[in-house]
């Protein structure tokens, strides 16, 4: 897996929100309404609410969404012109919102949306550039859909922050699967989720272009392009639609799993609403130090006994020279820690073994 580093810093992100939203979700999308604001955000906490106060493609994609079971619990819509829909402004206004899914409301994924200053490109740019520079705790994903019974997975945009979904629904399908992503803690895989839409199943032909069949096979792991599709499974009762994977939209990397990025940008937030506290007041000391150690212990250990991590290990390297007898010390070794004292700063490192979810299971019968 990648390394993220974390600057815990007082005078950076101060608009950053009190608490992580990774249930709520920004629809941007056409309206018919002739009242609606254009680019002014509207929170929702009901579908009846959006329908009427954005009829037409905005206000259905936000009730597909907040009909999914579990479902969000807050959706902003953000409404654009019909004829000329300005999306980088709306994109703008959402930069804003504490939200952690960001959808275009019918707006899929092919040679006319992904084009330099497109709406899947825009999209895309979006979740990049504010996740990366935006305030602590407004990293986000974007969800997107390909045309109905598309199954080529290179029209995409890669990127480890985008979501994209294969379908044969008349319906918003990047709608439906962003609320059936917000309704689930982000440790949590989204493969084989049920998703709340009228989606006929494609056929495993369809399903193998989307999935690379020359490198999965009984003794790999999932092989995927980048692209998850809506599928039926006979081996689930009734007739539901579920999420066929969990990719995220760059399948060449460690996050190539959407509970990937979604559990390092909360566990990364978690950290730092912790660690805060200790900045201006836990000193350059063996005690302090320790303290700031157990600080991250209690964000961590919880997830260890929850399975969410194998293990963790955190070590602060000031914190070797100051256990050392003074000395023992080497010069080099004082100069470090009358280094750190000067300029304030400590660093800390945390190695976090993260535990996937079972994505296959391969069975060898042997008859005898």
Request: net charge negative; charged share 20%.
């Amino acid at each position: 897996m990648a390394v993220r580093y974390i600057r815990v810093d007082p005078t950076a992100n101060l608009f950053a929100p009190a608490v992580r939203a990774f249930g709520n979700i920004a629809v941007v999308g056409r309206t018919t309404s002739t009242t609606a604001t254009i680019g002014n955000a509207v929170l929702f906490t009901n579908p009846d609410d959006a329908k009427k106060a954005f009829p037409g493609e905005l206000g259905t994609a936000i009730a597909l969404a907040f009909v999914q079971t579990p479902g969000p619990t807050l959706v902003h819509g953000v409404p654009v012109a019909t004829d000329t829909p300005d999306w980088a402004t709306a994109l703008g206004a959402v930069a804003a919102l504490n939200v952690q899914l960001v959808v275009l409301a019918y707006t899929p994924v092919n040679k006319t949306t992904t084009p330099k200053d497109a709406p899947i490109q825009l999209l895309s740019d979006h979740v990049t550039s504010v996740s990366n520079t935006g305030a602590d705790g407004m990293e986000r994903m974007g969800v997107a859909m390909l045309d109905k019974g598309a199954t080529d997975p290179g029209v995409i945009l890669p990127n480890e922050r985008m979501v994209y979904i294969a379908h044969n629904s008349d319906q918003d399908a990047a709608a439906a699967v962003a609320g059936t992503i917000a309704g689930y803690e982000p440790a949590v895989s989204l493969l084989l989720k049920p998703v709340n839409i009228i989606s006929p199943p494609f056929k495993p032909a369809d399903i193998e272009k989307l999935n690379d069949p020359g490198k999965e096979t009984s003794d790999t792991g999932p092989a995927g392009l980048g692209v998850n599709w809506l599928t039926t499974p006979s081996l689930i009762p009734g007739n539901g639609v579920f999420m066929g994977e969990g990719y995220t939209g760059d399948s060449s990397h460690g996050k190539k799993y959407i509970d990937v990025v979604r559990f390092v940008d909360d566990v990364s937030f978690q950290l730092k609403a912790r660690l805060i506290s200790s900045i201006g007041n836990v000193r350059i000391t063996r005690s302090g130090l320790r303290t700031l150690i157990a600080q991250m212990e209690a964000i961590l250990t919880p997830l260890v006994e929850a399975d969410v991590l194998n293990s963790f290990e955190v070590v602060v390297p000031l914190l070797a020279l100051l256990d050392k007898d003074p000395a023992t010390r080497t010069a080099e070794e004082t100069q470090r820690i009358h280094d750190a004292e000067v300029a304030r700063l400590v660093q800390v490192l945390a190695a976090l073994k993260y535990a996937g979810a079972v994505h296959r299971i391969s069975i060898s019968l042997k008859f005898d």
